[in-house]
């Protein structure tokens, strides 16, 4: 039993080591035409309190500088804005950003002409710039968004928290696939809605209310494995839609950092919401993967009361998940003040 539970402590402890791992988190640059040769830069660069990661754009040497580079640490990013001047524009030019190829983190570039034309393009450390083409079509834009979305699921912990607290939950294939299904329908509803900006909620209060929704299933868990029955128990899916419309709006408060591109609205929007379905997939997968692996091999060493080894393993990785996800609320909620 010892041995379980320091198995499934280690896999928490791992997540949450990863999601500290700023670095891991995308750059963005985006570039938009204000007045016709004119061009505001927005450069956004993970951070960790005051120490931000050492990558640099570097843009063609024909934008020259307009305005002084103004740049300020905020909700664990620098953020840095300019102007420049670029009579020519940037098309058949490079775009860098040094730095990158030593780091652990993408950059998605995006370029906003003052016609409406946008032009979006992932950098990554193995491919650090590159040459600004005429013209961007629907491939690209559907490449960089799909991307996007598999690293926004993978490294958001909080989401991937609460699918995890839903399959220590339920039970069986069948209800497991239905309180999933449910859970990506309903964020993929408000995903799209608060996007496209049919509805406008502010970010910090839904940031503590998903913490809240991770705390509560884990509250959930424990009950039913204390032998106590309840609705959310009998119907996940019932606590996993409305739950899973909180996510979306968390969903898309990310996707509005990076903006969407105006001629191809549609495609960005519905591909980044394919990524993060895969990415979602991905993770279900591996956790139902992991738990059979764990009860062929661990559990034959527990020659006595199996199932009763197994209700305890839930118990304490549902106390784990609601630890984390409880100082996560205070920590959201405080923030509300400061």
């Known amino acids: 039993m010892t041995r379980l539970l320091a198995v499934v402590w280690f896999l928490l402890a791992a997540i949450i080591g990863e999601a500290q791992a700023h670095d891991l988190r995308p750059a963005y640059l985006g570039i938009t035409e204000r007045v016709p040769d004119s061009y505001s830069v927005l450069w956004k660069a993970p951070a960790l309190g005051d120490r931000r990661l050492a990558i640099y754009p570097r843009l063609p040497e024909s934008a020259k500088e307009t305005t002084p580079r103004n740049g300020v640490f905020l909700n664990d990013a620098y953020v840095e804005r300019w102007t420049v001047r670029a009579p020519n524009g940037f098309a058949g030019q490079s775009i860098a950003i040094d730095g990158l190829p030593d780091s652990r983190t993408d950059v998605l570039v995006r370029i906003e002409k003052l016609n409406g ?122 606590v996993a839609f409305p739950f899973g419309l909180l996510h979306g709006l968390g969903f898309a408060g990310a996707l509005r950092e990076v903006g969407l591109p105006e001629h191809a609205i549609p495609v960005a929007l519905l591909f980044f919401n394919i990524g993060v379905e895969l990415g979602q997939l991905f993770f279900v997968a591996a956790v139902l993967f992991v738990f059979e692996i764990l009860r062929r091999v661990t559990f034959p060493f527990l020659r006595a009361e199996p199932n009763r080894s197994q209700g305890r393993v839930r118990f304490g990785g549902a106390y784990g998940i609601g630890a984390v996800a409880s100082f996560w609320l205070i920590e959201r909620v405080s923030g509300f003040w400061t």
Request: hydrophobic letters at 55%.
């Open 117 to 238: 034309g946008t032009q979006t393009v992932r950098l990554t450390p193995a491919s650090p710039f590159f040459e600004v083409p005429a013209a961007q079509g629907w491939q690209q834009v559907a490449a960089a968004y799909l991307r996007l979305g598999v690293e926004h699921i993978l490294l958001g912990i909080d989401h991937l928290l609460f699918v995890l607290a839903l399959i220590m939950l339920v039970r069986g294939w069948k209800q497991i696939g239905v309180t999933i299904t449910a859970f990506t329908v309903a964020h993929s509803i408000t995903l799209a809605a608060a996007t496209l900006g049919l509805i406008n909620v502010p970010g910090p209060p839904v940031e503590a209310a998903i913490a809240l929704s991770i705390v509560l299933v884990a509250v959930e868990t424990v009950n039913s494995t204390n032998g106590r029955d309840s609705l959310t128990v009998r119907f996940p899916w019932l």
